[in-house]
């Protein structure tokens, strides 16, 4: 038989490996020199012994009449080895050589032998465990068809070791046991029947669902089982979680069974998305897994709920009836499980050591729990006076001691390895919520947030949930995976958090679902802040900082009172200063994080305006980079360096100021961020971590440097006006971070690089709103911009190891204000395009797809556009590009190609025909079959391909057009645009090609009046201003449609007719539309469409009159009249701006409209009909000018009572 420890094991899977691994360490730090030594020379015997062993195993005859003896002593020898290679790892011993050995032991130990069966078992799980083996297909199907067989056949009293055995041989090995998982999990079969909660022996019901439990777990990137033997087995682990502990039941031993069924959930939930039964079965799930996050945590003593269900309100669990207390009395262990965590009445064990526990004290296991002291509190968990931690009555209890202890060596071992089993039991419970959450939808589990995540207390017994355990669990590890789960549930929570809010006062009668959720995120911030004060673990540390920072990035705090973030800024201001790397890494995220909420949020910039002084009362000892100062010292961002240092290090950041801020200081933390960048740390010894040794200068470590970076680059992009000052400093910190080996530091100045370059572009767009002698000066620009092209920027730009970093080095090449660009040195410029045209050769899509993006960005400088040789170039890059294999990159070279073709356009008006005829003729061609091409790509390039052929079509000169070479392209191009507004495709698709069209329009030189394809045209643009359900397309199709400025452009009577009543039908159901969100452009499509028919009107001729004159003399006609007169007379509430602006003119008032009206009146009455339809045409024309006439009377009479 297995002994307990022994087969404790594989329960934890690889855990055990972990919990050996830290003693292991934690020796070998106090090992003399000579036990390296020593340990080689273990290891040299154990081979040499294996060796032997195998030896003598091969040697064995299966007919030996000494078969049992001889094989007895060949496992004896080798089970005597500790060939652990955590412990010993220059153990040298081959898998394969392990899986030929067992295949042999496996072929003569022959099941009838049942001691010796066992011994096999146990070297089995010796040797695969200690030696971590991957197997073979062969050697696991050989021992899986041993030991199932050996289930069958052996007797009951062997399946212990022989489960051990399976458990060991199926970990991690599950996908690749399907043949033999259909006998395994037989509905009466062994390992089933043993792992039901009536199974009366618990070290079989143990080792049944460790056996389970290993089947089920996946190594990453191994598919999943099959959901018949997941659900099967979910269901045999949730049953044995809800069983109660059996009368007279060890409840050490017990509580190993629990962790065994906690094991196999988790690796049940871990296999992928759960698909839950309903919304009984999930609540099962949870209500189970909560009252064992509970399990034996003093004072909690409730009635649990079976099953919890969604609900918008927290559920309470119901306090039991409250016992008379006992006098104080030796406890005895528990014998119901149902009711965990009775409270003794004894003292607690006095705890040694000082009351903040060393480093070496966190580091310990889930065995480090027995330092920590219980209190009796009763219900009191998580209440309400949490608010003041020196208060011992609400202080959490695992920072409480005690005085004496009453129980004695044996007592006191025994109950602290029970107070060890029951962390390891919520720990694991804490794993399977987290595992669940993962693999839950979002959206079904907040239904059940207030169940775990509690209101602001109100008074009464505060509920049980996460929070509760943050606060009050006795282990570290316990709180970690709270703290994580938590984090995990804020995560992606941004859209169901959005609806909370709290600035105005709740009703009375009733609370509002808004409310609760605000109340929720204020609790959140109370009981994580009590945290971050109470907690003294590192990894819990920086877990709470993790944890804060996922709820500050997705709550509304536009829409909650203010207040919130201030308390947090300055509670997190000492912890730079704390001696742990990573926890100044969370530190700093956390900071990135606030700085990136809502920004620019008011009350965020009123922190980091705020002097350093005065942002937060602390000490010396815990101002924010104390553990950086030398006794004597000041601060490092106020002491600059010496010229040795400054030239071992870098420049020291010098504070520039714009004209009239010379009072002002950049932001503290923006000088924090610098400091830690830039100077080199005082106090050598303040971390393992630190870069570099010896007398020099040595700079934080990487890990800090890297997140002080991206906190710049969170800071420049959301609060750019509080860190222009310092633009230059910036500038230089970055050039020296391009200089550095680590690519990491690079990347992060690059990207630094591009929010500062995005930041002045802003400024200096034509929708900015900050005044000139806000913006930077333009001379800081061009300084700047100088100083990172004479060199810094060079290596990321060639290092074609770092695909990431040459990419985000294009990126910065982008960024550069065109007004800037265009004061740089001639040879800096010729620079930046040869090395992006290069660029868009490299082999890596990455980089190709960046250099390719920032052409499209140049070609539209001012300085560059008019230069005739370099879009000659970019254009053949471009036509490149787009036959990449990779859709990205062909989706940049198209929006580039998009840029080029609205360059050319822009040079028509600007330089003239000139321009025009520079260019090729055969590069146009090339360009027109490229996009003709790329528009039956997929969306992502064939938006931007179309925008490119509208271009083009209207760039295209008369003597181009009717060039033999250009006709079939010509045709081509135009059925490519009409097959694609036709197509089902994305609406941005099509109302780009609408918009293409009606460019097309725009070039005199169409054929539009002798084209066949035309009549394609005009048809395709009816029916989708007719019947699309997108009012943007109804809109781009009308504009198109009042783009032709000459009659003859319509076409015949019958065509002309056709577009009149496909634009009047399309008025008349302007407002008939089931989606909501259309009604917002309902305006702009009206005023649109009545453009367009008044631009009919006006270029109409004589032989249009009669079929006009219906229109308008019918109920079409008042629908029209009604929506032009209101067209005409503003009454749109703003759509005739956003019309006029899709027809591509200039916004007039109603004034000019009527002018507009009075000019087409006129128009009309100027025709004169001709022809045998004389009279219709003249009858048709008396209409339409009554028709105008009284809509020109109408829009006058409102203007003068306007007036």
Not at 525 to 544: D, F, K, M, N, P
Not at 913 to 933: G, N, R, W, Y
Not at 1177 to 1203: A, P
Request: net charge neutral; with cysteine.
């Amino acid at each position: 038989m297995a002994s307990t420890t022994g087969m404790s094991a594989p329960a934890f899977g690889r855990s055990g490996v972990a919990a050996s691994l830290t003693a292991a360490d934690d020796g070998e730090r106090f090992a003399p020199a000579g036990l390296d030594r020593w340990r080689l020379g273990v290891a040299s015997d154990a081979e040499k012994q294996f060796s032997r062993s195998a030896a003598k195993l091969r040697s064995v005859r299966a007919d030996s009449g000494q078969l049992p003896e001889e094989l007895n002593l060949v496992f004896d020898q080798l089970m005597s080895e500790n060939y652990n290679k955590t412990l010993y790892p220059n153990i040298d011993i081959r898998p394969e050589d392990v899986c030929t050995l067992l295949k042999r032991a496996v072929s003569l130990v022959p099941l009838t032998q049942e001691h010796l069966v066992i011994k096999l078992c146990q070297l089995i799980h010796h040797l695969l465990y200690q030696l971590k083996v991957i197997m073979d297909e062969q050697t696991l199907i050989v021992l899986l068809k041993y030991t199932s067989s050996a289930l069958k056949v052996c007797s009951t009293w062997t399946h212990a070791d022989v489960l051990l055995a399976l458990s060991t041989v199926v970990y991690g090995n599950g996908p690749q046991c399907h043949q033999q998982l259909s006998e395994l999990l037989l509905e009466d079969g062994v390992l089933l029947l043993y792992s039901a909660p009536s199974q009366p022996n618990l070290e079989l019901r143990r080792v049944a669902l460790t056996c389970l439990a290993n089947m089920f777990f996946r190594i990453p990137g191994q598919a999943p089982l099959d959901d018949q033997y997941r659900s099967l087995c979910f269901k045999v682990f949730l049953k044995n979680l809800q069983s109660p502990m059996p009368p007279d039941t060890d409840e050490l031993f017990y509580c190993m069974v629990i962790q065994s069924a906690l094991k196999g959930l988790h690796c049940c939930l871990s296999g992928g998305r759960w698909k839950f039964g309903g919304v009984e079965e999930l609540g099962s799930v949870l209500a189970t897994i909560k009252r064992l996050m509970f399990q034996a945590v003093p004072g909690v003593n409730v009635e649990w709920p079976a099953v919890l269900y969604p609900a918008p309100l927290p559920q309470y669990e119901g306090l039991s009836a409250p016992k008379p207390a006992e006098p104080p009395e030796t406890p005895e262990p528990k014998k119901d499980a149902a009711v965990p965590g009775k409270t003794s009445g004894n003292k607690k064990k006095k705890s040694r050591g000082k009351a903040k526990k060393t480093s070496t004290e966190q580091s310990r296991g889930d065995d480090g729990e027995e330092m920590f002291a219980f209190k009796k509190e009763g219900g009191e968990e998580g209440g309400e006076s949490f608010a003041t931690p020196s208060d011992p009555s609400f202080y959490p209890s695992w920072k409480l001691k005690s005085s004496d202890s009453e129980f004695s060596d044996a007592e006191g071992n025994a109950q602290s390895k029970l107070r060890c089993h029951h962390g390891r039991v919520r720990q694991g419970a804490v794993q399977c919520m987290l595992a669940l959450v993962k693999s839950v939808e979002k959206r079904m589990l907040y239904g059940y947030w207030f169940s775990f995540i509690p209101e602001s207390p109100i008074g009464g017994p505060p509920p049980l949930t996460l929070l509760t355990i943050i606060l009050k669990d006795p282990s570290p590890k316990v709180r970690a995976c709270a703290l994580q789960v938590l984090s995990a549930m804020l995560d992606g929570s941004r859209q169901f958090l959005a609806v909370a809010e709290d600035t105005a006062s709740p009703r009375s009668s009733y609370t509002p679902f808004s409310f609760s959720l605000a109340t929720t995120i204020r609790e959140l911030h109370r009981a994580l802040s009590l945290a971050l004060v109470a907690e003294t673990a590192t990894q819990t540390l920086i877990q709470v900082f993790k944890c804060l920072a996922c709820l500050v990035f997705n709550a509304p705090y536009h829409r909650l009172r203010p207040g919130l973030l201030s308390p947090l800024w300055k509670q997190m201001r000492p912890y730079l200063g704390h001696r742990d790397v990573n926890v100044r890494v969370s530190v700093l995220t956390l900071y990135g994080a606030l700085v990136l909420t809502h920004a620019p949020f008011p009350e965020v910039q009123l922190l980091l305006q705020q002097p350093e002084s005065s942002s937060g009362s602390f000490t010396q000892h815990d101002s924010a980079l104390s553990w950086r100062r030398r006794e004597g010292e000041s601060s490092p961002s106020c002491t600059p360096l010496t010229p040795s240092q400054r030239s071992s290090c870098t420049h020291s950041p010098r504070v520039l100021h714009t004209p009239g801020e010379e009072d002002s200081s950049p932001p503290w933390l923006l000088q924090l961020c610098m400091s830690l960048v830039t100077q080199p740390r005082e106090d050598h010894q303040s971390d393992s971590e630190g870069a570099g040794t010896g007398g020099g200068a040595v700079l934080e470590p990487a890990p800090i440097l890297v997140e002080a970076l991206q906190l710049l680059s969170h800071l420049v992009r959301g609060y750019f006006s509080l860190v222009q000052a310092c633009l230059l400093d910036i500038g230089q910190m970055c050039a020296h971070c391009l200089g550095e080996s680590n690519p990491f530091m690079q990347l992060h100045a690059t990207k630094l690089l591009v929010e500062l370059g995005t930041g002045i572009i802003q400024q200096y767009s034509a929708e900015s709103k900050v005044p000139e002698s806000l913006r930077v000066p333009m001379s800081h620009v061009v300084q700047f911009w100088s100083e990172i092209l004479s060199g810094p920027l060079n290596g990321p730009l060639q290092n074609e190891q770092h695909t990431m970093l040459q990419m985000s080095a294009c990126d910065s090449l982008s960024s550069i204000l065109p007004q800037a660009f265009a004061q740089l040195p001639d040879k800096t410029q010729m620079m930046c395009v040869t090395v992006l045209l290069g660029l868009t050769y490299s082999e890596k899509y990455l980089v190709k797809k960046s250099a390719v993006r920032a052409l499209g960005v140049y070609i539209l400088f001012p300085c560059l556009r008019e230069d005739v040789m370099f879009l000659a170039d970019t254009a053949n890059t471009v036509l490149a590009a787009l036959s990449d294999r990779s859709p990205n990159v062909r989706a940049k070279a198209a929006w580039t190609l998009g840029n080029l073709t609205d360059t050319l356009t822009v040079n028509i008006e600007s330089v003239g025909v000139d321009f025009q005829e520079e260019l090729s003729d055969m590069l146009l061609l090339k360009m027109l079959q490229a996009a003709t091409q790329a528009s039956d790509d997929k969306d992502i390039v064939k938006s931007h391909a179309v925008r490119a052929l509208g271009n083009l079509l209207r760039f295209l000169r008369e003597s181009q057009l009717t060039k033999s070479a250009f006709q079939r392209p010509l045709e081509d191009a135009v059925r490519a645009l009409v097959k694609t507004v036709q197509a089902e495709a994305i609406m941005k698709v099509r109302w780009n090609t609408c918009y293409a069209l009606g460019n097309a329009f725009r070039n005199p030189a169409m054929p539009l009046d002798s084209a066949l394809w035309s009549q394609d045209v005009f048809s395709a643009l009816c029916h989708v201003v007719t019947f699309c359900k997108n009012y943007k397309v109804r809109i781009k199709s009308a504009a198109a449609l009042a783009v032709p400025a000459r009659r003859g452009c319509y076409g015949d009577i019958k065509q002309f007719s056709f577009v009149w009543h496909s634009l009047a039908t399309a008025l008349e159901n302007s407002e008939d539309t089931n989606d909501f969100l259309e009604y917002r452009y309902c305006a702009s499509l009206r005023h649109t469409l009545s453009q367009a028919l008044l631009h009919l009107l006006s270029v109409s001729q004589s032989q249009d009159m009669p079929a006009l004159g219906a229109s308008m003399d019918s109920e079409e006609g008042c629908t029209i009249k009604k929506h032009l007169t209101r067209c005409i007379r503003a009454e749109d509430g703003g759509g005739e701006l956003e019309g006029e602006k899709e027809m591509g003119g200039n916004s007039f008032n109603t004034q000019q409209r009527i002018e507009h009206l009075q000019l087409t009146l006129t128009g009309v009455k100027e025709l004169r009909a001709e022809g045998d339809g004389r009279r219709e045409e003249e009858r048709g024309k008396d209409i339409v000018v009554s028709f105008l006439e009284d809509c020109l009377k109408t829009c006058e009479e409102q203007l003068e009572l306007q007036q």
